[in-house]
């Protein structure tokens, strides 16, 4: 896939934390570049530093030294309301806990991210029924989050994600409050939005779901231990 601007570059990127005289190396040097329409697993074990990576490429932190471009835009050198607006416009957030809000209906937990956009009213719900229809829960909309099983919950996070055209979709263990059967639809959902064009990075610490995405990026102590096609991948771990 040769194009010139990666959607996604971070350039010799660290995050130090200090913790009394120790020095915490979070991120130890990572460069990395994911281009427009790619579907990539982030993956590591729990302290691996792959947290890390997913706060700064959502523009959820900075890093201590280094440079990140989203989009072409150096995330860098933004202030926080520079940074919610690139977290508003650029990227759709898929949470493992789904974060809905109990008390909306589920058109209302889908348009959040449009209100706070400035969206006008009508375009709003145009665009937030559309999401919930490609999700297949539209004819759902009134319903409250907790009437619903835990895979359209993942759903109705996915839709919200959408509703906006982000850039990225970033999936932060997509899976991990499902059960087998439920995790196998969502994935397959995210493969299928890929299909369609969309960029999407998963963050797990699970093999298995890193080589649903087409590339895997393996983090170890801060740093890239392996970037490559899930089939190089595969062989490797031997699943």
Same mark, same amino acid.
């Given at each position: 896939?040769?194009?010139?601007?990666?959607?996604?570059?971070?350039?010799?990127?660290?995050?130090?934390?200090?913790?009394?005289?120790?020095?915490?190396?979070?991120?130890?040097?990572?460069?990395?570049?994911?281009?427009?329409?790619?579907?990539?697993a982030i993956v590591g074990k729990s302290g691996?530093?792959?947290?890390?990576?997913?706060?700064?490429? %959502? +523009? $959820? /932190?900075?890093? =201590?030294?280094? #440079?990140?471009?989203?989009?072409? &835009?150096?995330? *860098?050198?933004?202030?926080?309301?520079?940074?919610?607006?690139?977290?508003?416009?650029?990227?759709?957030?898929?949470?493992?806990?789904?974060?809905?809000?109990?008390?909306?209906?589920?058109?209302?937990?889908?348009?959040?991210?449009?209100?706070?956009?400035?969206?006008?009213?009508?375009?709003?719900?145009?665009?937030?029924?559309?999401?919930?229809?490609?999700?297949?829960?539209?004819?759902?909309?009134?319903?409250?989050?907790?009437?619903?099983?835990?895979?359209?919950?993942?759903?109705?996070?996915?839709?919200?994600?959408?509703?906006?055209?982000?850039?990225?979709?970033?999936?932060?263990?997509?899976? %991990? +409050? $499902? /059960?087998?059967? =439920?995790?196998? #639809?969502?994935?397959?959902?995210? &493969?299928?939005? *890929?299909?369609?064009?969309?960029?999407?990075?998963?963050?797990?610490?699970?093999?298995?779901?890193?080589?649903?995405?087409?590339?895997?990026?393996?983090?170890?102590?801060?740093?890239?231990?392996?970037?490559?096609?899930?089939?190089?991948?595969?062989?490797?771990?031997?699943?």
């Open positions: 896939m040769e194009q010139k601007q990666p959607l996604i570059y971070l350039k010799d990127v660290y995050k130090i934390y200090r913790m009394g005289n120790t020095e915490v190396r979070a991120s130890n040097g990572i460069n990395l570049s994911i281009y427009r329409g790619e579907m990539v691996s530093g792959k947290s890390t990576i997913m706060n700064i490429i %959502g +523009a $959820l /932190d900075v890093p =201590t030294t280094g #440079e990140y471009y989203l989009d072409g &835009k150096n995330v *860098n050198s933004m202030d926080d309301d520079e940074l919610a607006k690139i977290r508003n416009q650029k990227i759709g957030f898929i949470f493992q806990q789904y974060n809905l809000l109990p008390k909306m209906n589920l058109l209302e937990n889908v348009e959040l991210p449009l209100l706070y956009a400035g969206v006008r009213e009508k375009k709003r719900y145009e665009l937030a029924m559309a999401s919930l229809e490609k999700v297949g829960l539209s004819d759902k909309w009134k319903n409250k989050p907790n009437q619903l099983s835990g895979g359209q919950q993942q759903r109705v996070s996915i839709a919200r994600a959408l509703a906006g055209s982000p850039s990225l979709i970033l999936a932060d263990e997509p899976t %991990g +409050a $499902l /059960d087998s059967r =439920t995790s196998r #639809e969502v994935l397959d959902f995210l &493969k299928q939005l *890929n299909e369609e064009g969309n960029t999407i990075v998963i963050i797990t610490h699970d093999n298995s779901i890193a080589l649903e995405a087409k590339r895997v990026v393996r983090i170890k102590d801060g740093q890239i231990i392996f970037d490559g096609t899930a089939d190089e991948y595969r062989k490797q771990v031997g699943e």
